[in-house]
């Protein structure tokens, strides 16, 4: 009911300048901090603003996933698409499983028109198909935005287009903030990340060991914008603001391996949702375990010694993206204005 919204209460003392101890108090715990910044961590006082690419150059880019604005008819049920195929089976081709947020989470099966230009007019051959693409160009004419409507001349296309054929990562755009990680997936080259959620093409597992990690799950709850107390994951703050140390080979490697190793345990439970297997209350033993060895990997990274809290994990994190920021910034190309000069008869 409207009643039983969530409430969280965060306690911030304030006082004047001064040198004397500052603590940040966290699950009964009272931790020295030299510095408090705006995120709540023992960091400098830095402000996280929106980045077009990711900080760390050693990660992939990550994209918005593909948006249609068809009015559903690029969309497709599991029913829907069976009963496509089994009108004339040259469907299947043009027919990819299209998966979001929720599709992720929940095991949930949506499918989607997929067609490159150059196929359209064989696409178009399918009556099934050629009905839907007839639907996508009345609702796209029908828009009040130009930039839809501008569409509806390529009904058989996306119109924001991210995908690749690669391994991919999604990065639900909505995930609960009673979870311990991130529900994200590794999906294959024949698989579409919808609009609710972010993706990473030619994703390597390393990349996947890195976003589970509870180092970048500190990060994400101290930088991530909320939905009412879900995490509201983004590229541009969250993902391309990520500081990550250099890493050698030999750790990308033994950071496969452990991430190799989530996946296998997941898919030994895939009987489970992601949702069901991320439950902090119903978390497999296994998983739990394949998880902390992935974290301690990562936590390694970035320190010689094992942290204990995220507040830890925070205060190097910070630590090292104002590093990083430093060091971006003094690489940056030197804008140079010559001075004009007016002649002047004399």
Known sequence: ARRNAGVTVAVIGLRNKSSEPKYIYTDDLKIAADNINGYLADGSTVFIERRS??????LPSMA???MPRDG???ILSADERSEMIAA???ADFFIKRYVGSSEVINDGERYCLWIEDGKAAEASSIPAIEERLKKVAENRLESKAASTAAFASQPHRFVQIS???TDSIIVPSISSERREYIPMGYLGPDVVISNKG???YDAEPWVFALLTSKIHMAWVGAVSGRMEMRYQYSNTIVYNNFPVPPLSDVMKENLTVAALRVLDVREYHCEKTLAELYDPDLMPQDLREAHAAVDALVDSTYSKNPYETDEQRLSDLFALYEQMSAEEAAKAPVKKYRASKKAVDK
């Open 163 to 165: 995908y690749k054929p």
């Open 64 to 66: 918005f996933g593909s």
């Open 53 to 58: 690419m990711p900080l760390s150059r050693s």
């Open 88 to 90: 004339d089976p040259r």
């Open 72 to 74: 559903g008819g690029l």
């Open 198 to 200: 972010f993706a990473v």
